[in-house]
């Protein structure tokens, strides 16, 4: 450990870059950021008791959600839950680590982001990096051939983490996948429909659904005579056009990846065109890219898709999009993404911030994997599936802002009296009383004092927003009978205590 | 790794070893864990085509939850929230790691246990051991004084997993804490009311809870004459007293841990009572306790406790056990531990399974932890805190077998409808008219077939438990009608296709 005089040095020198860079109004990250690192420096130096310091925080791109966020989390979860529910869907659990070798090989170069524990003896594991890999797995194991499951739980990556725009190293996937050997693009349209109600539920504005197949980008590659060695690569400077202009993305591809640029040219023709069935019905005629088996069977399939999508009642929020090519390896078919904001085909350029490579803009992705699954079994038996990741992060991020600027309070607890008096010694009565109402399914709370003030009870409700209080005293005792206070209107009524439990199932029914 | 030849025959000998443990009735986990082995050196030896093979497994102490889990689980956590709501508590949650630094030194012994992450750069990270630590943390972070807060989440512990047991290395933890300055008790009895209500409401027979306070405990040993650097190592010795005869337990202090013989005795005559306000006031009374100032605290705090159990009607199952001496190292005052079954109190020596010092057999377990919060606090503040939590894992595997012995099928869906046909070429009647039941929020699936059988459609609603199927065909559809099907009666009947919703609704409304 550095010495005192070093430390004090250190922190000064923190002091002026965090001066620094607010002054240069740098993003909010970077404060927080530097400031974390003065606040370890000055536990660092400790003080004059000798007393031990911790640096008081959550890792690196973590955070802990108070109740109101997770007021807001459950009502977020309960909408997607809802859906897939309606949908007819099963859930499944998984451990948060897998061994390492689960997930080797299926992220591509996303692997250095993987979370990997200390070899304590045992088996070498790792932190799950989605949920799709763990799912594959769970089939393999299972010997399941067919499945309609959601899963809802947090992963981990150990990327760059920007927690104002929601994109954290812990974050939350809440993903709903069809495995099975069915007829085409009909479990496909099924999550497509899913994106569309439940970003439509949430009431997040404006949104818009871009699609593509990965056989079509393939065939697109090989027609343009891009070399087989190259597609993946290549395929991931398409992948940018969603934030940067054809002509940098075109840039990258002959300065970077040394793409010839005539070929580069005959990419660009295509990946700029965006449309619905008619853009397919065009390509199944494009003298060269029909020449592509590959592309010729995802055009017929985008064809069907956008069938089914009428049928569904939802192509209207639905682009063909030549450009969308999601990064994963693992995926073989139909691929999509879920972005938010007016026109985002139109403006899709001015949308940085909507538009992010690592998916922080895409409210929601997936698509088709029919080899993965066969990655795990012992004699490589395929299950063909499909599915799509909800980004929630995002989602509580703009709920919260949501939240926020409205003048709506939020209750985090859903109390719906509380038991109190205005006299002394009556904690034995609200005591048996508060227990009466538990047992009948009330939610009901007491305060921890033995001789509470009113004044000090009435504003517990006040600020937590419970909002019938049962006063009990001498009197009330003696009669039989709970003074029933509405808190918002200051109303009060005697009730008799045998009709106690109903009268406030009426009144807090709604709520 | 190792060649072909040894590899087999390791394999060879795994497998004798698999059918000796078999012969010998081995306990189902070591089996589990001799053919996890034997996959692993299948794994490595390959095939013959060169297809890399994958250990299909979770890793060591953990496991999957399938959709029947999943059912079992969510009715098990949806009573315990209601409770935790029904008392008023707000909820949090925290990341699944925590800086290093943050769990050190509170755990003492089983600090060992803690999973790290491997150093890839960056800070230092521990996987989470319990929810109470992160939860003080949490506290002197945002500078909270007082809060009533639930957290269910999943904490690691690197033990010896006894999965059949329902002890694992990642497992569920539902702790219910009260952080504040109250009057003595009154938080702490509530807790206790928390833990009868919810193992009543789970119906898992007979419980008692078991309490008895670190002061007591503490002034006890002074007392007796225990060195004040033994009294930790003494405690726990005596914490296994619930597994152990008397005399062992003396053995263990005497032989092991170097206490004199009539120390031991002197503790062994106060560590074998057990009772309720009665033994509160006999040992107030005692001459050589009543020396101690702790311990007459403790024991004033326990007939006021015992006092407001009555309150709260359930004394009944509460006993003030001498014997209760809970391992960790941060619980200051009341200490509490549930255990199923009959008569506990009498029978306990012979109740192995129930009692594991672990922890595996109690049920709940909590206390109070005063000092806790201050640990992490620069300024040392203290923020007093007393808290249950739930041993879920086990409730699951009890209620796991419960099911399975009943005839109780589960559903692990809630789809009200199939929208089925029994003609070709109308999957898009189907489809838009589940689409229509969807936005009228109808639990509704359609098979994923172009043109299915009548048969493996009404199949599959016996095989998931779907109750309803709706039939279409081109007579319906010229009628403007839906043949609805009861799958349980097979009765049928034309529903005009404006009621449809109405009358799912009517059908399905309490399932």
């Not at 859930?91 to 390492?100: A, N, S, W």
Request: charge should be negative; proline fraction near 3%.
């Amino acid at each position: 450990m550095a010495g005192r005089a070093e430390l004090e040095l250190a922190l000064k020198g923190q002091g002026e870059l965090v001066r620094k860079l607010k002054a240069e109004k740098a993003p909010e990250d970077q404060i927080t950021e530097a400031l974390a690192k003065l606040l370890e420096l000055k536990a660092q130096l400790g003080t004059n008791d000798g007393k031990q310091l911790f640096v008081l925080k959550t890792p690196k791109g973590t955070r802990d959600y108070n109740p109101k966020q997770m007021a807001i989390r459950e009502k977020v979860f309960s909408t997607i839950i809802n859906c897939f529910k309606r949908h007819g869907a099963e859930t499944i659990d998984t451990p948060v680590f897998e061994l390492k070798e689960t997930l080797t090989g299926k992220y591509g170069e996303d692997s250095k982001l993987i979370y990997d524990l200390k070899d304590q003896g045992g088996e070498l594991l790792s932190l799950r990096y989605d949920l799709t890999v763990p799912f594959a797995r769970y089939l393999a194991m299972n010997k399941i051939t067919n499945i309609k499951r959601y899963h809802i739980a947090k992963v981990y990556r150990r990327d760059n983490p920007a927690m104002t725009r929601g994109r954290y190293r812990e974050f939350y996937q809440c993903d709903f996948d069809i495995a099975g050997q069915y007829d085409p693009m009909i479990p496909d349209a099924e999550c497509l429909k899913i994106v569309h109600e439940i970003l439509s539920e949430l009431q997040l504005g404006d949104f818009l659904i871009k699609v593509n197949d990965r056989r079509i980008l393939d065939g697109m590659f090989e027609v343009c005579g891009v070399p087989a060695d190259k597609f993946r690569i290549i395929c991931s400077a398409v992948d940018k056009m969603d934030k940067m202009p054809w002509e940098e993305v075109k840039k990258e591809m002959v300065a970077e990846k040394g793409l010839s640029p005539d070929v580069a040219d005959k990419i660009g023709e295509y990946v700029q065109l965006s449309g619905a069935t008619e853009l397919a019905d065009e390509l199944l005629q494009d003298d060269k890219l029909s020449q592509s088996k590959v592309a010729l069977e995802g055009l017929a399939d985008m064809k069907q898709l956008f069938e089914y999508l009428t049928f569904l009642g939802i192509k209207d929020r639905i682009v063909f999009d030549l450009s969308l090519a999601r990064g994963l390896d693992y995926y073989t078919g139909v691929i999509y993404e879920a972005v938010l904001g007016p026109n985002q085909a139109i403006t899709r350029m001015e949308q940085n911030e909507h538009c992010e490579p690592t998916g922080v803009g895409s409210v929601a992705a997936g698509g088709r994997y029919d080899g993965l699954v066969g990655m795990f079994d012992p004699k490589g038996r395929k299950v063909p599936c499909v599915g799509v990741s909800i980004g929630i992060e995002r989602i509580f991020s703009m709920m919260e802002q949501k939240m926020e600027t409205s003048d709506q309070k939020i209750r985090t607890t859903e109390t719906q009296i509380l038991v109190a008096t205005a006299q002394k010694q009556l904690l034995e009565e609200r005591m048996k009383l508060v227990a009466e109402l538990w047992k009948y399914g009330i939610k009901a709370e007491i305060t921890y004092k033995k001789n509470p003030k009113l004044l000090n009870q009435l504003q517990y409700c006040e600020e937590t927003g419970i909002p019938l209080v049962a006063i009990i005293g001498e009197q009330e005792l003696k009669d039989g009978v709970v003074k029933l206070r509405v808190v918002s209107t200051r109303e009060e009524v005697d009730v008799a205590r045998e009709n106690l439990v109903e009268e406030i199932k009426k009144r807090t029914y709604t709520s």
